[in-house]
């Protein structure tokens, strides 16, 4: 990953890390001295920040009271759900269909270091949260990596980004079942069957958010 090349976009990425994974809770006041202080950008910088958050709708504005973390709700979850499940299968199915050795060999290294931490999820480790849900979104960005479409790429990573927020919300993790699923997929994209493989994505989304809402964070 290139490395941010000026202060503001640095703290661009660490505001929308900490509000991706949950460390800036929903509806926080987002207080600019307080930014300031803990991101180490101006003033300026940081209502530009807010302002592109807040197009890409993880923040909101209240105004002229200023700015806060997106709130969530049930309804909004199950929509991000539903726009997830529709772009990675479109991507899923262009992927597969021109993949070659290269892409294969990311799939399987991208798989490789999430069932390692899925292991260790397993065994009772939640030390890791966040490295395995970076994992978890490098497996499935490896699979859909060879669709040829950058915008379909960008505008996957954009909603997958607002349903692992939920999942960090939720601190929701499935286990076996979860991990069962990643192989299938594994399997399927070794084998070139896009129609399976969507199946799949339905059920493990699906079951990504049924999850979570059994855990009551979320209303």
Not at 54 to 70: D, I, N, P, T, Y
Not at 74 to 86: F, G, K, P, S
Not at 146 to 160: E, P, Q, R, T
Not at 180 to 185: G, P, Q, R
Request: one cysteine or more; aromatic letters at 6%; glycine letters at 6%.
């Amino acid at each position: 990953m290139p490395q941010p090349s000026t202060v503001g976009e640095s703290a661009y990425q660490r505001i929308r890390s900490d509000i991706v994974f949950g460390r800036l809770p929903p509806c926080k006041k987002l207080k600019l001295d307080r930014l300031k202080a803990d991101y180490g950008a101006s003033v300026s910088t940081l209502r530009e920040i807010l302002n592109r958050l807040h197009s890409e709708r993880l923040v909101v504005a209240e105004g002229q009271k200023g700015f806060e973390v997106a709130p969530v709700s049930i309804a909004n979850l199950r929509e991000i759900a539903a726009l997830r499940q529709l772009l990675e299968c479109r991507a899923l199915e262009q992927s597969f269909r021109t993949g070659d050795m290269e892409w294969e060999g990311r799939v399987v290294a991208a798989h490789h270091r999430l069932a390692r931490m899925e292991e260790r999820m397993a065994a009772g480790d939640r030390n890791h949260t966040e490295e395995w849900k970076r994992y978890d979104w490098q497996f499935h960005q490896a699979l859909i990596s060879a669709c040829g479409s950058k915008m379909l790429i960008d505008n996957h990573a954009a909603v997958f980004d607002k349903y692992l927020r939920y999942q960090m919300i939720a601190l929701s993790y499935r286990g076996e079942i979860a991990a069962a699923e990643h192989a299938e997929l594994l399997e399927c994209a070794l084998k070139r069957d896009s129609a399976r493989a969507c199946e799949v994505l339905t059920r493990h989304v699906a079951g990504g958010v049924e999850h979570a809402l059994a855990t009551g964070t979320i209303s």
